[in-house]
């Protein structure tokens, strides 16, 4: 038997969608399942973003594209990243990539050599370990204490950094806390950055749902415009309801985008063009459309949030942004993973066991509010009867 590469052992990819394919296998038995596992919308891509493609498709569009992106997308980019981060990126410090995913690994890929470290959150969205593994990187993890609601210790921060460290990863909004970055964090993570000579990787995905009056969004790719170490890893997914089409873009220093755009020529060749007109599309539907959506993920949350607390079996806060809710599994004699499985088999309720998303997840489970309303509706009794028969909470 031909031998297969060790590179990837002990690669987990994306550890929710185990959850996914087991919730699977037991509708086909015919259960009734309430997903919560995974991040993609119950809502439709806005009709006007199917349009656009449609037409597009109609068009003739079903040839190559540039590497880079189509030109007139990437114009677009450009001026949305004008009116949201205060700073008109050039031309050749964009990358559209096949969604956000891609856009993380090229970009680790492009600045890590062989044995090169990155420093990535604890909790972390497991696309980052993965990334680095496949790219050749050691991740090194800096924990993000619960007891400061999940905010970067930078003096952490600063004793992990050594010679062979060559980037600082930050998600804000994150997933799967949905905690914000402050301000000030931002700039304080972003000045480690500048003096030890660092690239600084910054996951904005979820950068428009952020939704507490006392919370605002803070880039570090307004600090240098991305022309010198901060790259801007942004996605459509999210944001226009778009997990299918596959589409994300990076900006980074001009050296550094042309080596994520050799890599994607070389995996991906390009990103379709009707795809890359949609997502021109949807970067101009008015704000009424994505603040529908928003919306309706918010107060998701805040219902789940009830639920979960009614439970009585976790303590629960509503996340500042993003569209998960990470709760904390209260005094239960159970690890997350033996939780989360307990709920989906004998309740049909699907969430992700917080140690997916490293080892400062353990003891919480992270549920998307992603899917239907419905899904909802009377939740904490369905956790109160299958919890009650199987955990105890401790006194």
Known sequence: MPKLSPHLKGLTGQPSFQIFARARELEKQGRSVRHFELGDPDIDTPQEITDAAIRSLQSGNTHYTPARGQQDFLEAVQATTSLSRGFRPDIDQLTVTTGANAAIFYTIRAICEPGGEILLPNPYFPTYLSAATLAGAVPVLYDLEPANNFSPNLSTIKSLINPRTRAVLINSPSNPLGTVWSPMEIQSIYDIALEN??????????????????????????????????????????????????????????????????????????????????????????????????????????????????????????????????????????????????????????????????????????????????????????????????FTIAA
């Open 197 to 390: 000579d660092l690239y600084l990787i910054s996951d904005e995905v979820y950068a428009r749902m952020i939704y507490c009056a006392n919370s605002s969004f803070s880039s570090p790719a307004t600090l240098d415009e991305c022309k010198e170490r901060v790259i801007l890893i942004n996605s459509f997914s999210k944001t226009f309801a778009m997990t299918g089409w596959r589409i994300g873009v990076a900006i980074a220093p001009c050296d550094v985008s042309e080596r994520i755009t050799l890599i994607n020529s070389s995996v991906a060749a390009c990103v379709p063009g009707f795809i890359q007109d949609a997502a021109r599309a949807a970067l101009g539907v008015p704000p009424d459309v994505t603040e529908k959506i928003y919306s309706t993920f918010r107060q998701r949350q805040i219902k789940l949030a009830q639920e979960l607390t009614a439970s009585g079996f976790f303590d629960c806060q509503i996340p500042q942004g993003s569209m998960y809710i990470f709760p904390l599994i209260k005094n239960a004699h159970s690890n997350s993973e033996d939780f989360a499985f307990h709920l989906l088999e004998s309740a049909g309720i699907a969430c992700t066991p917080g140690s997916y998303f490293g080892s400062r997840g353990e003891g919480y489970l992270r549920f998307s509010c992603a899917g239907e309303d419905s899904d909802v509706v009377g939740l904490s009794e369905l956790i109160k009867e299958a919890a009650n028969s199987h």
